[in-house]
Protein backbone atom coordinates (compact mmCIF):
# COMPACT_ATOMS: atom_id res chain seq x y z
CA UNK A 1 0.00 0.00 0.00
CA UNK A 2 2.93 2.31 0.82
CA UNK A 3 4.86 1.38 -2.26
CA UNK A 4 1.16 2.61 -4.40
CA UNK A 5 1.12 5.74 -2.41
CA UNK A 6 4.85 6.34 -3.17
CA UNK A 7 4.50 5.67 -7.07
CA UNK A 8 1.35 7.31 -7.14
CA UNK A 9 3.13 10.47 -5.51
CA UNK A 10 5.66 10.15 -7.96
CA UNK A 11 4.11 10.16 -10.87
CA UNK A 12 1.48 12.90 -9.92
CA UNK A 13 5.14 15.08 -8.88
CA UNK A 14 6.68 14.27 -12.55
CA UNK A 15 3.47 15.05 -14.44
CA UNK A 16 3.21 18.78 -12.50
CA UNK A 17 6.49 19.35 -13.62
CA UNK A 18 5.49 18.44 -17.20
CA UNK A 19 3.02 20.96 -16.58
CA UNK A 20 4.92 23.93 -15.46
CA UNK A 21 7.52 23.32 -17.91
CA UNK A 22 4.77 23.38 -20.92
CA UNK A 23 3.49 26.28 -19.47
CA UNK A 24 6.47 28.00 -19.30
CA UNK A 25 7.64 27.27 -22.48
CA UNK A 26 4.76 28.29 -25.02
CA UNK A 27 4.95 30.89 -26.93
CA UNK A 28 4.00 34.48 -26.26
CA UNK A 29 0.99 35.34 -28.13
CA UNK A 30 0.29 38.74 -30.17
CA UNK A 31 -1.07 40.76 -27.45
CA UNK A 32 0.03 38.82 -24.44
CA UNK A 33 2.90 41.23 -23.52
CA UNK A 34 4.13 44.49 -24.52
CA UNK A 35 8.36 45.07 -24.48
CA UNK A 36 10.58 48.31 -24.49
CA UNK A 37 12.03 48.29 -27.95
CA UNK A 38 15.45 50.03 -27.80
CA UNK A 39 15.84 52.02 -30.74
CA UNK A 40 18.93 52.28 -32.91
CA UNK A 41 20.80 50.82 -29.73
CA UNK A 42 25.06 50.82 -31.12
CA UNK A 43 27.12 53.13 -31.00
CA UNK A 44 27.54 55.92 -34.34
CA UNK A 45 31.19 56.23 -34.52
CA UNK A 46 32.84 56.48 -31.64
CA UNK A 47 29.66 58.23 -29.49
CA UNK A 48 27.08 56.47 -27.62
CA UNK A 49 28.49 53.06 -27.24
CA UNK A 50 26.57 52.86 -23.81
CA UNK A 51 23.08 52.47 -25.67
CA UNK A 52 23.35 48.26 -24.99
CA UNK A 53 23.79 48.94 -21.69
CA UNK A 54 21.77 51.69 -21.12
CA UNK A 55 18.50 49.30 -22.54
CA UNK A 56 19.68 46.27 -20.64
CA UNK A 57 19.63 48.06 -17.18
CA UNK A 58 15.89 48.22 -18.16
CA UNK A 59 15.40 44.81 -17.55
CA UNK A 60 14.29 42.16 -19.43
CA UNK A 61 12.30 40.71 -21.57
CA UNK A 62 12.87 43.59 -23.94
CA UNK A 63 13.54 43.91 -27.71
CA UNK A 64 17.00 45.93 -28.83
CA UNK A 65 17.28 47.11 -32.53
CA UNK A 66 20.72 46.56 -34.51
CA UNK A 67 21.47 48.41 -37.99
CA UNK A 68 23.52 46.14 -40.60
CA UNK A 69 25.25 47.20 -43.08
CA UNK A 70 27.96 45.25 -45.14
CA UNK A 71 31.52 46.75 -45.61
CA UNK A 72 33.76 45.90 -48.21
CA UNK A 73 37.63 46.93 -46.93
CA UNK A 74 39.15 48.77 -50.89
CA UNK A 75 42.29 47.52 -50.00
CA UNK A 76 41.67 44.04 -49.30
CA UNK A 77 38.46 43.27 -50.61
CA UNK A 78 37.22 41.57 -47.47
CA UNK A 79 33.58 42.20 -46.75
CA UNK A 80 31.73 41.94 -43.50
CA UNK A 81 28.59 43.03 -41.76
CA UNK A 82 28.89 45.94 -39.32
CA UNK A 83 26.70 47.62 -36.87
CA UNK A 84 25.98 51.23 -37.86
CA UNK A 85 23.11 53.69 -39.29
CA UNK A 86 24.47 53.99 -42.90
CA UNK A 87 27.50 55.87 -44.58
CA UNK A 88 29.69 56.46 -44.62
CA UNK A 89 31.34 52.90 -43.14
CA UNK A 90 35.05 52.67 -42.01
CA UNK A 91 35.33 49.90 -40.98
CA UNK A 92 35.87 50.08 -37.82
CA UNK A 93 32.08 50.02 -36.56
CA UNK A 94 31.73 46.77 -34.19
CA UNK A 95 29.88 43.75 -35.67
CA UNK A 96 26.96 42.48 -33.89
CA UNK A 97 28.76 39.29 -32.72
CA UNK A 98 30.91 41.80 -30.76
CA UNK A 99 28.42 44.04 -29.73
CA UNK A 100 25.60 42.01 -29.09
CA UNK A 101 25.77 38.27 -28.97
CA UNK A 102 29.12 38.98 -26.56
CA UNK A 103 27.33 41.44 -24.40
CA UNK A 104 24.31 39.49 -23.82
CA UNK A 105 26.52 36.36 -23.16
CA UNK A 106 26.05 36.34 -19.51
CA UNK A 107 22.10 36.61 -19.38
CA UNK A 108 21.75 34.19 -22.03
CA UNK A 109 23.85 31.54 -20.63
CA UNK A 110 22.24 32.30 -17.15
CA UNK A 111 19.04 32.21 -18.07
CA UNK A 112 19.67 28.61 -20.33
CA UNK A 113 20.85 27.22 -16.89
CA UNK A 114 17.98 28.58 -15.26
CA UNK A 115 15.68 27.25 -17.30
CA UNK A 116 12.27 29.24 -18.89
CA UNK A 117 10.15 30.82 -16.23
CA UNK A 118 7.74 31.78 -18.71
CA UNK A 119 9.58 34.87 -19.89
CA UNK A 120 11.37 33.80 -22.81
CA UNK A 121 11.91 35.47 -25.63
CA UNK A 122 14.08 37.59 -22.94
CA UNK A 123 15.57 39.22 -25.71
CA UNK A 124 14.31 40.04 -29.13
CA UNK A 125 16.84 41.28 -31.23
CA UNK A 126 15.37 43.30 -34.03
CA UNK A 127 17.18 43.64 -37.21
CA UNK A 128 17.06 46.17 -39.77
CA UNK A 129 19.37 45.69 -42.77
CA UNK A 130 20.70 48.55 -44.61
CA UNK A 131 21.15 46.56 -47.56
CA UNK A 132 19.70 43.46 -48.50
CA UNK A 133 23.00 42.05 -50.50
CA UNK A 134 22.64 38.01 -50.92
CA UNK A 135 26.29 37.75 -49.27
CA UNK A 136 25.70 39.77 -46.53
CA UNK A 137 22.05 37.97 -45.69
CA UNK A 138 23.89 34.83 -45.56
CA UNK A 139 26.75 35.57 -43.74
CA UNK A 140 24.42 36.85 -40.92
CA UNK A 141 22.33 33.22 -41.19
CA UNK A 142 25.32 31.90 -40.59
CA UNK A 143 26.63 33.91 -37.60
CA UNK A 144 22.80 33.14 -35.93
CA UNK A 145 23.14 28.91 -37.01
CA UNK A 146 26.47 29.54 -34.61
CA UNK A 147 24.24 30.78 -31.92
CA UNK A 148 21.69 28.38 -32.91
CA UNK A 149 20.95 27.16 -29.57
CA UNK A 150 20.23 30.86 -28.12
CA UNK A 151 17.85 31.52 -31.02
CA UNK A 152 14.14 30.96 -30.97
CA UNK A 153 13.52 28.86 -34.05
CA UNK A 154 10.61 26.88 -35.99
CA UNK A 155 10.99 24.12 -38.33
CA UNK A 156 10.69 24.80 -42.37
CA UNK A 157 7.56 22.57 -43.72
CA UNK A 158 6.29 22.40 -46.98
CA UNK A 159 3.82 24.71 -46.99
CA UNK A 160 4.40 28.64 -46.01
CA UNK A 161 1.23 29.22 -44.68
CA UNK A 162 1.15 26.28 -42.23
CA UNK A 163 2.30 28.35 -39.23
CA UNK A 164 4.85 25.65 -37.27
CA UNK A 165 5.19 25.86 -33.32
CA UNK A 166 8.25 27.93 -32.31
CA UNK A 167 10.96 26.45 -29.84
CA UNK A 168 11.33 29.13 -27.71
CA UNK A 169 15.14 30.15 -26.54
CA UNK A 170 16.03 33.12 -24.49
CA UNK A 171 15.99 35.15 -28.26
CA UNK A 172 14.24 35.48 -30.46
CA UNK A 173 15.40 37.45 -33.68
CA UNK A 174 13.15 39.64 -36.12
CA UNK A 175 13.95 41.67 -39.56
CA UNK A 176 12.28 43.15 -42.14
CA UNK A 177 9.45 42.87 -45.03
CA UNK A 178 12.12 42.88 -47.89
CA UNK A 179 11.44 39.42 -50.08
CA UNK A 180 15.51 39.19 -50.51
CA UNK A 181 15.36 38.76 -46.70
CA UNK A 182 12.48 35.82 -46.77
CA UNK A 183 14.90 34.34 -49.82
CA UNK A 184 17.86 33.41 -47.44
CA UNK A 185 16.25 33.41 -44.11
CA UNK A 186 13.30 30.73 -45.49
CA UNK A 187 13.11 30.01 -49.21
CA UNK A 188 16.95 28.52 -49.76
CA UNK A 189 16.07 26.49 -46.44
CA UNK A 190 15.19 22.67 -47.04
CA UNK A 191 12.09 20.91 -45.46
CA UNK A 192 12.93 20.23 -41.44
CA UNK A 193 15.83 23.06 -41.36
CA UNK A 194 15.47 25.68 -38.61
CA UNK A 195 14.22 29.03 -39.25
CA UNK A 196 16.37 31.46 -36.99
CA UNK A 197 14.76 34.55 -38.46
CA UNK A 198 11.36 35.71 -38.97
CA UNK A 199 10.29 38.55 -41.58
CA UNK A 200 7.68 41.36 -41.18
CA UNK A 201 4.11 41.61 -43.77
CA UNK A 202 4.70 44.24 -46.53
CA UNK A 203 3.20 46.61 -45.98
CA UNK A 204 6.03 49.47 -48.37
CA UNK A 205 4.23 51.44 -50.42
CA UNK A 206 0.57 51.72 -49.03
CA UNK A 207 -1.53 54.37 -48.33
CA UNK A 208 -0.19 55.26 -43.96
CA UNK A 209 -3.73 56.10 -42.76
CA UNK A 210 -5.12 53.41 -45.10
CA UNK A 211 -7.88 50.86 -43.31
CA UNK A 212 -6.29 48.48 -40.94
CA UNK A 213 -7.26 45.97 -43.27
CA UNK A 214 -5.84 47.52 -46.22
CA UNK A 215 -2.58 47.61 -44.20
CA UNK A 216 -1.89 44.72 -43.02
CA UNK A 217 -3.57 42.15 -45.95
CA UNK A 218 -1.89 39.29 -44.74
CA UNK A 219 -1.99 36.84 -41.79
CA UNK A 220 1.07 35.28 -40.04
CA UNK A 221 2.74 32.36 -42.16
CA UNK A 222 5.92 30.15 -40.78
CA UNK A 223 8.39 32.90 -41.88
CA UNK A 224 6.58 36.30 -41.75
CA UNK A 225 5.32 36.41 -38.01
CA UNK A 226 4.89 40.48 -37.58
CA UNK A 227 4.02 44.03 -38.68
CA UNK A 228 6.22 47.03 -38.06
CA UNK A 229 5.28 50.45 -38.15
CA UNK A 230 6.00 54.22 -37.95
CA UNK A 231 3.92 56.06 -35.87
CA UNK A 232 1.98 58.25 -38.57
CA UNK A 233 0.04 55.36 -39.39
CA UNK A 234 -1.60 56.28 -36.32
CA UNK A 235 -1.28 59.73 -36.41
CA UNK A 236 -0.82 61.03 -39.99
CA UNK A 237 1.12 64.35 -39.11
CA UNK A 238 3.89 62.11 -37.25
CA UNK A 239 5.33 63.16 -34.40
CA UNK A 240 6.54 66.87 -34.47
CA UNK A 241 3.01 68.13 -35.09
CA UNK A 242 0.82 65.19 -33.21
CA UNK A 243 -0.87 67.50 -31.12
CA UNK A 244 -3.03 66.46 -28.58
CA UNK A 245 -4.00 62.56 -27.75
CA UNK A 246 -7.49 61.86 -28.35
CA UNK A 247 -9.87 59.36 -28.34
CA UNK A 248 -10.04 59.11 -31.92
CA UNK A 249 -6.67 58.55 -32.35
CA UNK A 250 -6.77 55.65 -29.98
CA UNK A 251 -9.32 54.51 -31.49
CA UNK A 252 -7.21 54.34 -34.72
CA UNK A 253 -4.12 52.37 -32.91
CA UNK A 254 -6.79 49.79 -30.96
CA UNK A 255 -7.81 49.25 -34.79
CA UNK A 256 -4.42 48.93 -36.22
CA UNK A 257 -3.38 46.26 -32.90
CA UNK A 258 -6.44 43.94 -33.09
CA UNK A 259 -6.28 43.67 -36.71
CA UNK A 260 -2.33 42.72 -36.13
CA UNK A 261 -3.29 40.36 -33.56
CA UNK A 262 -6.49 38.69 -35.35
CA UNK A 263 -3.85 37.98 -38.37
CA UNK A 264 -1.54 36.32 -35.11
CA UNK A 265 0.83 39.19 -35.84
CA UNK A 266 2.90 40.73 -33.32
CA UNK A 267 2.88 44.95 -33.62
CA UNK A 268 5.57 47.02 -33.79
CA UNK A 269 5.39 51.09 -33.59
CA UNK A 270 8.55 53.37 -34.01
CA UNK A 271 10.00 55.61 -33.06
CA UNK A 272 8.62 57.65 -29.63
CA UNK A 273 10.55 60.01 -28.17
CA UNK A 274 9.52 63.47 -25.69
CA UNK A 275 12.64 64.99 -25.79
CA UNK A 276 14.44 68.83 -24.80
CA UNK A 277 16.87 69.86 -27.91
CA UNK A 278 19.32 69.58 -25.78
CA UNK A 279 18.40 65.92 -25.01
CA UNK A 280 18.11 65.24 -28.51
CA UNK A 281 21.39 67.06 -29.63
CA UNK A 282 23.48 65.26 -26.01
CA UNK A 283 22.01 62.09 -26.95
CA UNK A 284 21.85 61.65 -30.54
CA UNK A 285 18.42 61.28 -31.30
CA UNK A 286 16.40 62.38 -33.86
CA UNK A 287 13.62 65.67 -34.10
CA UNK A 288 12.02 63.13 -36.65
CA UNK A 289 10.82 61.24 -33.73
CA UNK A 290 10.37 63.84 -31.08
CA UNK A 291 6.69 64.99 -29.70
CA UNK A 292 8.85 67.79 -28.06
CA UNK A 293 7.76 66.65 -24.42
CA UNK A 294 8.16 63.91 -22.04
CA UNK A 295 4.23 64.05 -21.11
CA UNK A 296 3.68 64.01 -24.75
CA UNK A 297 5.76 60.55 -25.20
CA UNK A 298 4.24 59.54 -22.20
CA UNK A 299 0.57 59.78 -23.07
CA UNK A 300 1.58 57.74 -26.62
CA UNK A 301 3.25 55.46 -24.37
CA UNK A 302 0.71 54.39 -22.41
CA UNK A 303 -2.17 54.56 -25.11
CA UNK A 304 0.07 51.62 -26.89
CA UNK A 305 0.09 50.00 -23.56
CA UNK A 306 -3.14 49.97 -23.40
CA UNK A 307 -3.70 48.84 -26.84
CA UNK A 308 -1.14 45.67 -26.12
CA UNK A 309 1.42 46.45 -28.31
CA UNK A 310 3.93 44.06 -28.68
CA UNK A 311 6.99 46.37 -29.30
CA UNK A 312 7.11 50.17 -28.58
CA UNK A 313 10.39 51.62 -30.04
CA UNK A 314 12.11 54.62 -28.18
CA UNK A 315 15.44 55.91 -27.63
CA UNK A 316 14.56 56.33 -23.89
CA UNK A 317 15.21 52.88 -23.26
CA UNK A 318 14.70 53.81 -18.97
CA UNK A 319 11.70 55.72 -19.23
CA UNK A 320 9.58 53.63 -21.01
CA UNK A 321 10.60 50.48 -19.29
CA UNK A 322 9.64 52.15 -16.29
CA UNK A 323 6.50 52.85 -17.57
CA UNK A 324 5.53 49.28 -18.58
CA UNK A 325 6.22 48.22 -15.52
CA UNK A 326 4.13 50.24 -13.87
CA UNK A 327 1.95 49.46 -16.34
CA UNK A 328 2.34 45.69 -15.50
CA UNK A 329 4.47 45.17 -12.33
CA UNK A 330 6.42 41.54 -12.35
CA UNK A 331 6.10 38.95 -9.75
Not at 54 to 70: C, F, H, K, Y
Not at 143 to 154: C, G, H, N, P, Q
Not at 228 to 247: D, F, K, L, R
Request: charged share 25%.
Amino acid sequence: MYRSILRFSLAAAVLSQCAVLSTAQKAPEPGSRTLMDAHNCYPYFEWWSDRIDRALSAGTPLAIEQDLAWYTDPETGKSWSVVTHGDPLTGHEPTMEHYFFDRVRPIVEKALRDGNHGDWPLITLNLDFKDNKPEHLAAVLALLRKYEMWITSAPKGTDISAVQPLDIKPILVLSGENDAQQTVFYDELKPGDRVLDFGAIHTEGKDPQAPPEVLDSEKANNYRRWWNNPWHVVEASGQQHAGEWTAEKMKRLQALVERAHENGLWIRFYTLDGATEQELSCHGWFHGYNFGTLAAARARWQAAIRAHVDYIASDQYELLGDEIRQAHPRE
